[in-house]
Each structure stands twice: as C-alpha cells, then as structure tokens.
C-alpha cells in the first residue's frame, strides 16, 4: 500500500509538465465528478486516466450495456490501467484529447475530465472544449476538475450553462467543472454565434 501511495507520488511529480498534480484526485473529486452518470448515460469519453481511479468509478455508475472511451498521454498509466481494469465495456487510448474524434464515432453522454488545461497550448484546448460540444448529447455534460478557475469564461463562452463546485479536502483543493449543452442553446446570451471566436477572444 505504501509502495503504490509512494509509486504514484513519484510518477505524477516526474510527469508535472503533463499531470499538473503531484498525486491522484481524492474519493470526494471522484464521486462529485463523476455525478452526472446513471442509467441512461452510454458512451462516456474521459480525458486523462491517470492510474484509473476516476475510470473505476465511472465504471462503477455506467449501465452493462454502457460503453467507456479512456485517453492519456502517459504510456506508463496506460499500460498500468490496461494491467489492472479489465471491464469489456472500457477502450483505453494511448493518445491526446484533442484527438479524441478519431476513435469515437457515437455521440457522446457524458465527458470526464481532469487533463490539466492550464498548461496545454490556448489553440488545443479550444479545439478540445469546441469538438466536445460538438459531439455532446442536448441535455448532457462536460464535467471537468481543475485546480484553478481560470477556464471558466472559455467553458461559460462555449457551453449553455455551467455550474461549479469546490473539493476543499483534496490536495489542492479542486474546482469542479459541469457545462451542459441543452436541447435550446443558450441564444438569448448572444454566445451561439460563433462560439469559437468568441472563446478565442477571451
Ligand atoms: C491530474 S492527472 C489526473 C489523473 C486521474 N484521472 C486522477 O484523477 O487522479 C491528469 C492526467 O491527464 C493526463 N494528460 C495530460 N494531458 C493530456 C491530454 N492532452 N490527453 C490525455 N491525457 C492527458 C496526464 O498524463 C495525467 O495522467
């Protein structure tokens, strides 16, 4: 136990530029993230599996017949999850979040996120939240956990609404993303008409 705790202490500080953390997301982040998952919710696409400890929650809520996309950059986590979570519902993907379209086909239920925006390029991440949308169910959301709040306006520019919360105990404490697309986006904000420009602007 205090081998694994140490393990990814160790790999999360040696892959900051990456992680953006020092250690994995605590139970509270996981369950709160993961909150919009029930039933009716099928394809779920995550973005940074990190050793998998959101993906088992996921896994956790998703129905038999749900289907689970996994991406991160890390091959090291990668090969570690593909090692301990064997579910035939998951696909894990040793490849970036901005190119999460060329492996999922469905329209999406729910996104989960904790890929560190702060230190991915401007461009990316625009190009990450607009095809997101894009591929999003009305009525479902992109949740998301971020140690700052500073994404919220390009999340709130693009989304037709978005909510947050804090986790005050995880280290350090977490914001909680959850943008919604609805079945009428959100023309009475004047933000729909070109959601990319606008983003881009802020
Ligand atoms: C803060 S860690 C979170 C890991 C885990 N989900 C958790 O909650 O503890 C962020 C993870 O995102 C991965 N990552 C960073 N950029 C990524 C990208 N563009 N696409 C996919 N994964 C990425 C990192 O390698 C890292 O495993």
């Known amino acids: ?8 202490f160790i790999n999360f500080t040696k892959n900051l530029k990456t992680t953006g953390a020092i250690y994995k997301t605590n139970k509270a982040v996981e369950i709160g993230l993961c909150s919009k998952i029930d039933e ?15 993906t088992q929650e996921i896994l956790r809520r998703l129905p038999d017949d749900g289907k689970l ?12 999850v593909k090692e301990t979570i064997q579910d035939p519902r998951l696909v894990v ?14 329209k999406v239920d729910c996104f989960i996120s904790t890929i560190p925006f702060t230190l991915i390029p401007k461009e990316i991440t ?6 997101s949308y894009a591929a999003l169910n009305a009525e479902r959301f992109f949740c998301k956990a971020q140690y700052s709040k500073l994404h919220l306006k390009k999340f709130k520019a693009i989304f037709d609404e978005c909510t947050t919360t804090t ?22 904000k004047g933000v729909k008409k070109n959601r990319f420009r ?5």
């Open 1 to 8: 136990m205090k081998n694994k705790i140490f393990k990814t």
């Open 40 to 54: 009716s919710t099928k394809i779920v696409v995550e973005f940074g599996t990190g050793y998998g400890n959101i």
């Open 69 to 80: 996309y996994t991406f991160e950059v890390n091959e090291e986590f990668v090969a570690s």
């Open 93 to 106: 993907i040793n490849d970036g979040a901005q190119n999460f379209g060329k492996y999922v086909e469905e």
């Open 126 to 131: 625009l190009d990450i939240v607009n095809k």
């Open 167 to 188: 986790v005050l105990d995880n280290l350090p404490p977490a914001h909680l993303y959850f943008c919604k697309k609805t079945t009428i986006p959100n023309k009475m």
């Open 198 to 202: 606008i983003a881009k602007a802020l």
